[in-house]
């Protein structure tokens, strides 16, 4: 049996490093990328078996990327590897696609046994929040779903502006004229209700888009 291939993508370099001398002992590791477009790209032309993949990435998050990915139709395994402790966002990430959600705090052992499980067609959640879950999955039950959702292109609009890119910058990214990139960040402020950049920032921590971190 051929042995499975693992791609890293987080931007924390000391962090990569290290997965990466992890995870050489169990696994075929094929290469690490920095930001999510990268891992689009490299999941293309890499065909991975598995993705171990941050939130926090510039240019796409990791939610985003793997949205991405399984729109695509990718069939490889994602693991959602962040320092964020939130059963809301574990819920999110296997609502995105993902197979498992490991906390960095507990990476090691952890991230090993999580990518054999789901290797084998299961799906990992770390044990520090599972009881949590069980409270966040309650609450979706009885949620009356109002909240004003933006599309994924808004998502990547929204990420970048956030990150402090021009709309040249923008449109450039994502292979979009300019005015095309105005006339979204007008839809994004009517959709959010908001009237500055610095709101929209706001917005974006708040989605998890971009991280204080």
Same mark, same amino acid.
Do not use: C, W
């Given at each position: ?6 791609? @890293? ?41 598995? @993705? ?6 510039? *240019? ?19 693991? @959602? *590897? ?28 952890? *991230? ?24 966040? *999955? ?34 450039? @990214? ?40």
């Amino acid at each position: 049996m051929a042995i499975p291939k693992v791609l @890293i993508a987080d931007d924390h370099t000391i962090v990569a490093q290290g997965l990466e001398l992890m995870l050489k002992e169990s696994f075929n590791f094929i290469g690490t990328v920095t930001d999510g477009r990268a891992l689009l790209e490299a999941a293309e032309r890499l065909k991975p078996d598995v @993705i171990v993949a941050d939130i926090s990435m510039p *240019l796409l998050n990791g939610l985003d990327a793997t949205r991405q990915l399984r729109s695509s139709g990718s069939t490889a395994k994602i693991v @959602i *590897l962040t320092m964020h402790a939130d059963p809301h966002l574990a819920s999110e990430a296997f609502r995105a696609g993902a197979s498992a959600f490991v906390l960095k705090q507990s990476a090691g052992e952890e *991230l090993v046994r999580a990518i054999n499980e789901i290797l084998q067609g299961r799906v990992y959640l770390t044990p520090l929040i599972a009881r949590d879950m069980i409270t966040v *999955l309650m609450e979706a039950k009885g949620e009356p779903g109002g909240e004003v959702k933006l599309t994924p292109r808004q998502r990547e609009v929204l990420q970048l502006i956030a990150e402090g890119r021009t709309m040249k910058e923008v449109a450039t @990214i994502l292979n979009i004229s300019s005015r095309t990139a105005e006339t979204h960040k007008y839809e994004i402020m009517e959709v959010l209700s908001v009237r500055t950049t610095a709101e929209l920032v706001q917005h974006a921590i708040r989605l998890r888009l971009i991280s204080l971190e």
